[in-house]
């Protein structure tokens, strides 16, 4: 009886010592993407250039998962700006072997649909360079 008290004491004390001198551990939170969103919304006036996507070379799967989930938010957010007509001319130049940035940019945008799609793609373009470490 004495022998499983001792070890049940034991396995308590050593759980609540890694509790108490690892906290980070028990204190981990999500990284926060959308920390500086409205710095970002606020220098959309300035041109953007395109870049190429990021190289996916030496990323984890979690990163990897992470730039997927950050371009198919860029796609919907993009799709959601544009009109049916646009849309529909965008699909066919992604098909057609266009990347996203080259089927924008054959679009005709109006200049508020412009600003927006350059504030997309900028904060996507941040937001991928945070996942990646670049």
Not at 91 to 97: E, P, T, W
Request: proline share 3%; no cysteine.
């Amino acid at each position: 009886m004495t022998t499983h008290l001792t070890k049940r004491l034991f396995v308590l004390s050593t759980i609540l010592g890694i509790f108490l001198f690892l906290p980070r551990i028990t204190l981990a939170a999500p990284v926060q993407l959308y920390a500086n969103s409205g710095a970002i919304f606020a220098q959309a006036a300035n041109p953007v250039k395109y870049s190429t996507s990021i190289t996916e070379i030496n990323l984890t799967p979690q990163q990897r998962q992470q730039l997927q989930a950050v371009r198919q938010r860029r796609n919907r957010e993009i799709n959601a700006v544009l009109n049916s007509s646009q849309r529909a001319q965008l699909a066919q130049k992604l098909r057609s072997g266009n990347n996203i940035y080259q089927a924008l940019e054959t679009l005709k945008l109006q200049s508020n649909q412009q600003d927006l799609v350059n504030a997309i793609v900028q904060f996507t373009n941040l937001k991928m360079k945070e996942i990646s470490g670049i």
